[in-house]
């Protein structure tokens, strides 16, 4: 049975820094593109990084880059958002997204969240 299972999150100062961490299982991690998603009180969903594979290509949300950087460790099975000069706008349930093509259809899975409370 695939699972993703976020951790890491919790109450920081602005200017705090967290690393996140999605523990996966059931599945080739090694094999999926990972991407970390977060979603604000009435707010969209929106991706804020994602990881290649081999880890060797990373994309980054504007708003978060610079300060954010997405990790993975195949032989761990997990990837990690480390995030720095987090700001109150950063406060959201961050998301673990493992996405696959497998040509005529696709492999999606998600985590159940944790969450980021940025506040003084």
């Known amino acids: 049975q695939m699972q993703l299972v976020e951790s890491g999150g919790g109450l920081v100062q602005p200017g705090g820094s967290l690393r996140l961490s999605c523990a996966a299982s059931?599945?080739?991690?090694?094999?999926?593109?990972m991407s970390w998603y977060r979603q604000a009180p009435g707010k969209e969903r929106e991706l804020v990084a994602g990881?290649?594979?081999?880890?060797?290509?990373?994309n980054y949300a504007s708003s978060v880059k610079g300060r954010f950087t997405i990790s993975r460790d195949n032989a761990k099975n997990t990837v990690y958002l480390q995030m720095s000069s987090l700001k109150p706008e950063d406060t959201a349930m961050y998301y673990c997204n493992a996405y696959r093509s497998f040509g005529s259809y696709a492999m999606d899975y998600w985590g159940k969240g944790t969450l980021v409370t940025v506040s003084s």
């Open positions: 059931g599945f080739t991690f090694s094999t999926y593109f």
């Open positions: 990881i290649s594979t081999t880890g060797g290509i990373t």
